[in-house]
């Protein structure tokens, strides 16, 4: 489908009041509107605590210091958080890929009674139109109730949950994009049926599962509510609650922040890159098909 | 009977114990954590404590009509929502329409462009605390320097501007999003229609609006539905950058069931105003679905 878009001209006639110069103009505006933040964010980073205040700010000379990322990482516990991000993320996507998938693969290929299908699908979809506070609330009575606040395992159980929707969603859109006669050539030869999923489904649809796992890892690394709610000890707490705990401090270390913000944009940074042609999809719940 | 039938009907019960093996684990996470919490929500927002135990109550319902701090960040809620959506729609459907040619270092642009809404949003809101900051904020000194008096420009911190500035870094961030959406549905229509019009004689402008809108309306209404619940629901970006503050500017009604919860430990209040925030996204999104079907029906 993608390929088919690539040979397709997309020049088409519409109102477009001036040249192709203009236009550019436009678009390196739009980038520098979206990029410029995010370096200043950087230089802040990297720059001594007397040079945040130079007036008029310098963008591009001052002399480049490591000593935010070493107090960030070193002297505080940014080390610890940004390890238990990592293993939420691994853990939850891991958890919610495997029981996803299956769930996709049977909403996708089994012709179920009952509208079963168009039902379950619709609904496992609702679940994840909750607004997070709605959940976030029960949820921390809940892990208190059984003791697993301030525990990485709360945080892995409530993003696979989280994500699972998504998965199902994702998975039942690029299994329904495969053809049917794959498995049943192999059924017939006498493969069993997880034998069919796992060696000749799994393997064509590689690359719609690595990008709806990359989609995870991001969605549990970017995630704050539950994680605020959930975990406030430096062995629990993940980045993000990590920096908002800087950030709503009355004196604020702006360099360390920044450290710890520019690390934990490092594996977006190399996901987005690595997902682009998937991004519209997933951003979408596989409702567009970009 | 075709293949497909024959391997993958589940129509009676011992062809339906291998999909119903595939399903239950799914199944079972949902309903224990996102199902189950609702319920657990809804007991707790009809009990109150009191000093002769637990009663049942709808105490913490009739409580929101007299709460007017619910009632103004409901307003804050929807003054967000609204003034956002317009700004990230007009946008990204302009840099869709715009940008929906051959343009040269195209994936390049794409994947810069993505960089905002990819950002976890705790760093969207340190990245604009210290755009913002009133000392030493890029944007603040960039002005500075064209010669606009910055004194009364605090942004977060003042009054009047916070609730701006809060929209300004959503939409920010998620215009982006609205952008490629669109940018992906434009691309998916078929050229004849264009033909048609072309030889029909009609002007760009009508080409726009009799050919483009309508075919477009489709990903027009996902990106519409897919934001607004997003809206309507901000929370982390409002609670880095401002908290709320100052004073009550910016609280919205994720925040206040923040605040009631984990601020104030009142559980049953904080779970009786989010049923208030679910039932109005339930309305506004089954609205937009019911728009997209019945353009396809």
Same mark, same amino acid.
């Given at each position: 489908?993608?390929?088919?878009?690539?040979?397709?001209?997309?020049?088409?006639?519409? &109102?477009?009041?001036?040249?192709?110069?203009?236009?550019?103009?436009?678009?390196?505006?739009?980038?520098?509107?979206?990029?410029?933040?995010?370096?200043?964010?950087?230089?802040?980073?990297?720059?001594?605590?007397?040079?945040?205040?130079?007036?008029?700010?310098?963008?591009?000379?001052?002399?480049?210091?490591?000593?935010?990322? &070493?107090?960030?990482?070193?002297?505080?516990?940014?080390?610890?958080?940004?390890?238990?991000?990592?293993?939420?993320? +691994? !853990?939850?996507?891991?958890?919610?890929?495997?029981?996803?998938?299956?769930?996709?693969?049977?909403?996708?290929?089994?012709?179920?009674?009952?509208?079963?299908?168009?039902?379950?699908?619709?609904?496992?979809?609702?679940?994840?139109?909750?607004? !997070? *506070?709605?959940?976030?609330?029960? $949820?921390?009575?809940?892990?208190?109730?059984?003791?697993?606040?301030?525990?990485? /395992?709360?945080?892995?159980?409530?993003?696979?949950?989280?994500?699972?929707?998504?998965?199902?969603?994702?998975?039942?859109?690029?299994?329904? %994009?495969?053809?049917?006669?794959?498995?049943?050539?192999?059924?017939?030869?006498?493969?069993?049926?997880?034998?069919?999923?796992?060696?000749?489904?799994?393997?064509?649809?590689?690359?719609?599962? /690595?990008?709806?796992?990359?989609?995870?890892?991001?969605?549990?690394?970017?995630?704050?509510?539950?994680?605020?709610?959930?975990?406030?000890?430096?062995?629990?707490?993940?980045?993000?609650?990590?920096?908002?705990?800087?950030?709503?401090? &009355?004196?604020?270390?702006?360099?360390?922040?920044?450290?710890?913000?520019?690390?934990?944009?490092?594996?977006?940074? +190399?996901? =987005?890159?690595?997902?682009?042609?998937? #991004?519209?999809?997933?951003?979408?719940?596989?409702?567009?098909?970009? | 009977?075709?293949?497909?039938?024959?391997?993958?009907?589940?129509?009676?019960?011992?062809?339906?114990?291998?999909?119903?093996?595939?399903?239950?684990? /799914?199944?079972?996470?949902?309903?224990?954590?996102? @199902?189950?919490?609702?319920?657990?929500?809804?007991?707790?927002? #009809?009990?109150?404590?009191?000093?002769?135990?637990?009663?049942?109550?709808?105490?913490?319902?009739?409580?929101?009509?007299?709460?007017?701090?619910?009632?103004?960040?409901?307003?804050?809620?929807?003054?967000?929502? =609204?003034?956002?959506?317009?700004?990230?729609?007009?946008?990204?459907?302009? #840099?869709?329409?715009? #940008?929906?040619?051959? @343009?040269?270092?195209?994936?390049?642009?794409?994947?810069?462009?993505?960089?905002?809404?990819?950002?976890?949003?705790?760093?969207?809101? +340190?990245?604009?605390? $210290?755009?913002?900051?009133?000392?030493?904020?890029?944007?603040?000194?960039?002005?500075?320097?064209?010669?606009?008096?910055?004194?009364?420009?605090?942004?977060?911190?003042?009054?009047?501007?916070?609730?701006?500035?809060?929209?300004?870094? %959503? +939409?920010?961030?998620?215009?982006?999003?609205?952008?490629?959406?669109?940018?992906?549905?434009?691309?998916?229509?078929?050229?004849?229609?264009?033909?048609?019009?072309?030889?029909?004689?009609?002007?760009?402008?009508?080409?726009?609006?009799?050919?483009?809108?309508?075919?477009?309306?489709?990903?027009?209404?996902?990106? $519409?539905? $897919?934001?607004?619940?997003?809206?309507?629901?901000?929370?982390?970006?409002?609670?880095?950058?401002?908290?709320?503050?100052?004073?009550?500017?910016?609280?919205? *009604?994720?925040?206040?069931?923040?605040?009631?919860?984990?601020?104030?430990?009142?559980?049953?209040?904080? !779970? !009786?105003?989010?049923?208030?925030?679910?039932?109005?996204?339930?309305?506004?999104?089954?609205? &937009?679905?019911?728009?997209?079907?019945?353009?396809? /029906?």
């Amino acid at each position: 489908m993608l390929s088919t878009q690539k040979a397709q001209k997309p020049q088409k006639r519409f &109102y477009v009041p001036f040249g192709s110069s203009v236009r550019l103009v436009i678009l390196l505006l739009a980038l520098l509107f979206a990029l410029a933040p995010v370096y200043w964010m950087l230089t802040i980073s990297f720059k001594t605590e007397g040079e945040h205040f130079a007036s008029p700010p310098s963008w591009f000379v001052f002399t480049p210091t490591l000593e935010h990322y &070493y107090d960030a990482f070193v002297t505080r516990s940014f080390g610890q958080y940004l390890l238990t991000s990592a293993i939420v993320a +691994v !853990a939850s996507t891991a958890c919610a890929l495997v029981i996803g998938t299956l769930a996709a693969y049977a909403l996708a290929r089994f012709d179920l009674p009952l509208k079963l299908n168009r039902r379950l699908s619709l609904w496992i979809l609702s679940t994840r139109m909750f607004p !997070a *506070i709605v959940t976030a609330v029960p $949820l921390f009575l809940m892990m208190r109730d059984v003791q697993l606040l301030n525990t990485r /395992a709360a945080l892995i159980i409530v993003y696979t949950a989280f994500n699972l929707p998504f998965v199902v969603w994702m998975m039942r859109g690029f299994f329904a %994009d495969l053809p049917r006669d794959l498995e049943e050539a192999a059924l017939v030869d006498g493969d069993s049926r997880l034998g069919a999923l796992v060696r000749v489904v799994l393997p064509l649809v590689a690359p719609g599962l /690595a990008a709806t796992a990359v989609f995870c890892l991001i969605v549990s690394w970017n995630e704050f509510l539950f994680a605020l709610v959930l975990t406030q000890t430096d062995a629990a707490m993940t980045l993000p609650v990590g920096i908002a705990g800087r950030v709503t401090q &009355y004196e604020i270390k702006w360099g360390v922040m920044s450290a710890a913000a520019s690390v934990a944009i490092v594996p977006i940074l +190399v996901f =987005a890159l690595a997902l682009q042609k998937y #991004l519209v999809r997933g951003l979408s719940m596989g409702a567009v098909k970009g | 009977m075709p293949r497909s039938r024959r391997f993958f009907n589940a129509q009676n019960k011992r062809e339906l114990l291998l999909p119903a093996l595939f399903l239950a684990p /799914a199944l079972a996470v949902l309903l224990a954590l996102s @199902i189950y919490p609702l319920i657990y929500s809804v007991t707790i927002s #009809l009990q109150q404590e009191t000093a002769a135990g637990i009663t049942w109550t709808l105490g913490n319902f009739t409580r929101l009509f007299s709460d007017g701090f619910f009632w103004t960040a409901m307003g804050h809620t929807f003054v967000y929502a =609204a003034v956002a959506l317009t700004c990230e729609f007009l946008l990204g459907l302009g #840099l869709a329409l715009l #940008l929906n040619n051959e @343009i040269r270092g195209r994936g390049f642009f794409r994947a810069s462009l993505l960089v905002p809404m990819m950002l976890p949003t705790v760093v969207v809101g +340190v990245v604009w605390r $210290l755009m913002l900051n009133p000392n030493f904020g890029a944007v603040n000194g960039t002005l500075k320097q064209f010669g606009v008096n910055t004194e009364n420009l605090t942004w977060t911190a003042s009054p009047k501007l916070a609730m701006l500035s809060v929209i300004a870094v %959503d +939409v920010w961030q998620w215009t982006p999003f609205v952008f490629l959406v669109l940018l992906a549905g434009l691309q998916a229509i078929p050229q004849e229609p264009y033909e048609a019009a072309l030889i029909d004689g009609s002007s760009r402008w009508q080409t726009f609006w009799h050919v483009t809108l309508p075919l477009l309306k489709p990903s027009i209404l996902i990106v $519409l539905l $897919l934001r607004t619940m997003d809206l309507l629901r901000v929370f982390d970006q409002i609670f880095i950058l401002t908290e709320g503050g100052p004073g009550f500017a910016t609280e919205t *009604i994720s925040l206040y069931i923040y605040r009631a919860a984990f601020r104030f430990f009142d559980f049953g209040y904080a !779970a !009786a105003m989010s049923f208030v925030l679910l039932a109005l996204t339930n309305v506004i999104s089954a609205t &937009y679905i019911r728009l997209l079907q019945g353009r396809n /029906a």
